[in-house]
């Protein structure tokens, strides 16, 4: 925005041209219903759900891709939710450099995205976890690299210290089952700096989501007068923030391992330092299966030539290392 001197008026201009050039580069997604409910069929989906998971997995095959590309039909605007979802997610995905905007099939991320999301029972906020933590991979934020000065003597030698760093890290990303009281347990700080970057990160991906949403309704893309706005809004992914808990309950669990502690006697030694979490085994579990899909979708980056080998090795190196640390 500037102001023009002359102009006796003081009018001010914005320059709407990048903008634009987003619209117009992702205008060739507007997908029907019939296509999606044949795919969310195939898929063996549950109607009302069109997730991340969902829109890439679509995009799998080149075929299938190819009927994605569609022009927006004022004349017949979209009216379903799950038409407005997946059409949302599939431009935040190209924006994003995870779909390819000529042909709609998956980029090196795209692929190991879809990598890390195959097979059942991935839930809604590991999918959003998976995503993210590949962006931070692509930012290198998410690694074995401190942030902030530490106060206590970190236990366990460099490479241990540098393991633990990378694995709390990732499994911060997931969100961990609280009971309804006043937080207990330990803090780090490093932990609470890198979770700035994930609240940025999220907040960003969902401000993007709202932005593509009210687009397709300015535009007159879809039909307006109708009663599922909210179930709209809660489709979108990153509703809400994640806090470090899973982070910190990893941290001290391989902290007590480090210091000689069986599995067994570590995860005993992180119930009792974190009462309230409903259960640290169960959560400590999702969090080993996020970090295995993960792992898949490193392995992916790397073969494709996308991320570096010191990247790819801090990876493995955390991950053999885990094996036998694992209760």
């Not at 069986?262 to 119930?271: F, G, Q």
């Amino acid at each position: 925005m500037h102001h023009q001197p002359n102009d006796s008026h003081g009018s001010a201009h914005v320059d709407a041209t990048p903008l634009n050039t987003v619209y117009e580069k992702t205008n060739s997604w507007n997908v029907t219903r019939d296509f999606i409910d044949a795919e969310l069929r195939s898929q063996k989906v549950c109607v009302n759900t069109v997730t991340l998971k969902f829109c890439i997995s679509t995009l799998e095959n080149a075929s299938v891709a190819t009927k994605t590309i569609t022009k927006p039909h004022p004349d017949q605007p979209l009216e379903d939710k799950n038409e407005i979802v997946a059409n949302v997610l599939w431009k935040t995905l190209e924006i994003r450099d995870f779909v390819t905007s000529s042909k709609h099939v998956h980029t090196p991320w795209g692929k190991a995205l879809h990598v890390s999301l195959k097979g059942d029972d991935v839930s809604r906020p590991m999918q959003e976890a998976l995503l993210t933590a590949l962006e931070l991979i692509r930012f290198e934020v998410l690694t074995n690299k401190t942030f902030s000065k530490t106060y206590t003597r970190p236990l366990g030698n460099e490479l241990e210290q540098k393991n633990i760093i990378l694995l709390s890290r990732a499994l911060s990303l997931l969100p961990i089952k609280l009971k309804n009281m006043q937080w207990s347990g330990p803090l780090n700080r490093d932990l609470l700096v890198f979770n700035s970057f994930v609240k940025a990160l999220n907040r960003s991906y969902r401000n993007l989501c709202e932005m593509l949403t009210l687009s397709f309704f300015l535009n007159g893309l879809v039909v307006k007068d109708r009663d599922d706005y909210f179930e709209i809004n809660d489709s979108l992914p990153y509703m809400a923030d994640v806090n470090v808990a899973l982070g910190l309950v990893c941290k001290h669990y391989l902290e007590r391992i480090v210091e000689g502690q069986s599995a067994i006697e570590a995860l005993a030694s992180t119930e009792k330092a974190f009462p309230t979490c409903v259960s640290v085994k169960e959560d400590l579990e999702t969090g080993f299966q996020f970090w295995t899909r993960l792992l898949e979708a490193v392995g992916i980056l790397f073969k494709t030539n996308t991320i570096s080998a010191d990247t790819f090795n801090m990876f493995s190196n955390a991950n053999e290392w885990l094996q036998n640390r694992k209760f």
